[in-house]
């Protein structure tokens, strides 16, 4: 009887599944913790995690892939093209900031961050122009007045509108944020939209993705990019490459002679 016994709990030793103790892929080390409990004496719950494990990737990657797919349209549109498209569809509005945000969770720095630090530092007084603004963060986490504009408002808080027209009065905003949002082919358009609705010696600031602007991979020349604001009547304070994800790129409105 005891040998029996014995062979019995060698078998139930043996039995488990040979990928059970493979690390899931996770950011919280909680989770890797959590694979070493015992198993759950009922075998059929001892497959919920991997079934949900697997469900859990299969979303993840269904939803970058449609992050993939709507970001590449709507920096080959035109800024009135996605709204139209928007409009037509608002999930997929929803389904592109999931994305987003899935995305930017694995950025060590958040540019929305570094730009609320600046507001921080600089008097809550000053009036903001969010083009883009997705969820609106930036107007939930600085006291300044903000206007935030996007394709589709999810809240109150949000204009939904074409960002090269916006119902904002010329000369009327202190700082343009473009956090990320530098999207479609006629992003220029929304450049010279900011440099309507800013006040003489307004500030101008630019976070985008750092591969964006490197010519080597088919990216933008960042001083050819600089030099085009500038054109438009702003002058660069200052380019900060420190990051290896983005660049931050400062500018200031001219003050007109005339």
């Not at 014995?6 to 139930?12: A, G, L, M, N």
């Amino acid at each position: 009887m005891k040998e029996g016994k014995s062979r019995k709990r060698k078998r139930s030793k043996h039995g488990k599944p040979q990928n059970q103790h493979k690390p899931l892929p996770s950011n919280n080390a909680g989770q890797f913790h959590r694979q070493e409990e015992p198993e759950p004496k009922n075998p059929s719950s001892s497959k919920k995690p991997k079934s949900s494990s697997f469900l859990d990737k299969m979303r993840a990657r269904l939803s970058g892939g449609h992050f993939r797919m709507l970001n590449e349209k709507l920096y080959t549109c035109t800024g009135e093209e996605a709204l139209k498209c928007f409009k037509e569809d608002p999930s997929l509005f929803d389904m592109y900031h999931a994305g987003y945000q899935e995305q930017m969770s694995h950025w060590p720095e958040q540019p929305v961050n570094i730009i609320m630090n600046w507001l921080k530092d600089r008097s809550s007084s000053l009036v903001v122009a969010d083009f883009g603004c997705g969820d609106a963060r930036l107007a939930k986490n600085v006291k300044n007045k903000v206007f935030s504009f996007d394709l589709v408002s999810n809240n109150p808080s949000v204009i939904a509108c074409d960002m090269a027209n916006t119902p904002l009065d010329s000369s009327s905003v202190d700082v343009a944020v473009f956090c990320l949002s530098l999207m479609g082919t006629n992003f220029p358009s929304y450049l010279e939209e900011a440099h309507r609705v800013l006040k003489p010696n307004g500030w101008l600031l630019i976070a985008e993705v750092k591969s964006r602007f490197d010519p080597n991979t088919g990216g933008a020349d960042p001083n050819k990019f600089s030099k085009a604001i500038t054109d438009l009547g702003f002058s660069s304070k200052l380019k900060d490459f420190s990051n290896k994800m983005f660049i931050l790129l400062y500018f200031q409105k001219k003050v007109s002679c005339f």
